[in-house]
């Protein structure tokens, strides 16, 4: 990354964002191993929003393709996916994440318990960071945000099928796939009760 990205010279500062924040995450997942047994998430992913998607956004935004539209207007450039085994564990990694010293929620949208008319089901956050470093504001301690999603492997697996429904660029009956993309989702919702239901009996045993 130089000087021109579009996140200027605090692209230097994103990757130990990004680490500092995931690093909180593992930890918590690695203390609930040790103290418990058993982990409370299956995959943590994360990345830096590539520069050109990123300018690619504020251009469909209408706003300024610069760093403060990109590390300020927008909360996005840092984004984490959680994903768990188990409905209960979104919500014992968002007790988690609130508790983490330097981070705030600022956003948060649970779309876990109030799905998306299509089936989406997901928990949304907006975490504000605070860093010891400049931020596109010029403050120190600077403030990044990051995005988090929250799902279970069923989740993830039906919103991987519909990202990509979303970007084929010829289907043939559109309408058809949409409902029975949804009638999946809602099966998967109900398998996800039900595994949690038999996890719930089985450590209460």
């Known amino acids: 990354m130089t000087e021109e990205s579009i996140y200027g010279k605090y692209a230097a500062y994103l990757p130990r964002v990004m680490e500092d924040i995931a690093g909180k ?8 191993k040790r103290d418990h047994g058993h982990t409370i998430y299956e995959h943590l992913i994360y990345r830096i929003k590539s520069e050109e998607s990123m300018a690619e956004k504020c251009e469909r935004r209408g706003i300024e393709k ?3 539209s990109a590390l300020f207007t927008l909360h996005d450039a840092i984004g984490i996916r959680i994903v768990t085994g188990f409905v209960d564990d ?13 981070c705030s929620v600022v956003e948060e949208k649970d779309y876990v318990k109030n799905s ?3 089936g989406y089901r997901s ?12 931020d596109v504001t010029g403050k120190i301690p600077g403030h990044y945000f990051a995005e988090v999603q929250l799902r279970t492997i069923a989740m993830d697996s039906w919103a991987s099928l519909e ?9 043939s009956d559109q309408k058809m796939l949409v409902a029975e993309l949804k009638r999946c989702a809602d ?16 450590r209460n045993g």
């Open 163 to 171: 990202h990509e429904m979303k970007y084929k660029q010829e289907i």
């Open 187 to 202: 099966e998967l919702a109900s398998c996800d009760i039900s595994m949690q239901t038999i996890r719930d009996i089985i």
């Open 25 to 32: 995450i593992k930890e918590y997942n690695e203390e609930a």
């Open 90 to 102: 979104i919500y014992a990694n968002i007790r988690h994440i609130k508790s983490i010293s330097n």
């Open 116 to 118: 998306k008319p299509n």
């Open 66 to 68: 610069n760093p403060y």
């Open 123 to 134: 928990y949304h956050m907006i975490l504000e960071i605070t860093e010891p470093f400049e």
